[in-house]
């Protein structure tokens, strides 16, 4: 989407030098989207696409070659791959493991990355003295605590780039615990809200995926919060420009 959103600001300027002003309104957002959609379904959206899918098959077997490397390396690294929407090559993988096996260890590290941004917004809300920033900030926790993370990484994470980052070193030492203690979940809801998917319903009795759940949480929570309060957010700091979601790959 960023590379469709420049090509559409090109062409579009480059077509208000060349139509006649009475045919601007119609014929320059026409011959636009025409244009960039055709590119962006036809060439650049498959190209990222096959990125993305890539990415995922890299992810899927540094998680089974090493569980602690590898959720050391996703844990502190998969939100960058939201805010490029890349993640989309991630979400089949993780709906086929649960499919064959009834389980993903990819997706408990996931889950980990949201509490971690999670606990980064929630610590911009507690110290700031910003009445809008405290109500975005706590409605932005509690969404990605829920599961959902683009509210607290598009309302204000990236916007604080140092809050952002310290959610990623938050969900690095998660990650790490996850993987270390092998943990997996038995069901796509992820973050804090998920927990029930840490429990695995064929072997009841075996709470090892619970445990590392509660702990890699926790962890992931103290130290976003942590570094988030000590270094990476104060009421001083400049907001930057508002970042938009970015789409599936592929998508117009």
């Not at 927990?195 to 890699?216: E, T």
Request: hydrophobic share 50%.
């Amino acid at each position: 989407m960023i590379l469709a959103a420049w090509m559409a600001k090109k062409l579009g300027d480059w077509l208000k030098k060349v139509l006649p002003s009475y045919l601007q309104m119609i014929f320059n957002p026409l011959i636009t989207v025409l244009v960039v959609s055709t590119i962006t379904l036809v060439v650049t959206g498959p190209i990222i696409q096959g990125v993305a899918n890539g990415i995922a098959d890299f992810i899927n077997w540094l998680v089974h070659s090493s569980g602690w490397v590898g959720g050391l390396v996703i844990g502190g690294f998969y939100q960058l791959l939201v805010i490029f929407g890349l993640h989309w090559g991630v979400v089949p993988l993780v709906a086929q493991q649960i499919a064959g096996s009834g389980e993903s260890a990819l997706n408990a590290i996931i889950s980990v990355t949201m509490v971690s941004q999670g606990a980064a917004v929630l610590a911009v809300a507690i110290k700031s003295k910003k009445n809008d920033m405290k109500s975005l900030g706590i409605a932005a926790a509690i969404s990605a605590f829920c599961g959902v993370t683009e509210p607290a990484i598009y309302g204000i994470n990236l916007r604080y780039r140092k809050v952002f980052i310290s959610g990623l070193i938050g969900s690095a030492v998660g990650g790490f615990v996850t993987g270390l203690m092998h943990g997996s979940m038995f069901g796509f809801t992820g973050s804090l809200i998920g927990f029930s998917s840490f429990f695995d319903l064929k072997h009841p009795s075996d709470l090892n995926s619970f445990y590392a759940f509660l702990i890699s949480s926790a962890l992931a929570l103290v130290v976003s919060f942590v570094v988030t309060w000590v270094w990476g957010y104060s009421d001083d700091m400049a907001m930057g420009k508002k970042i938009e979601k970015k789409k599936r790959p592929g998508t117009v």
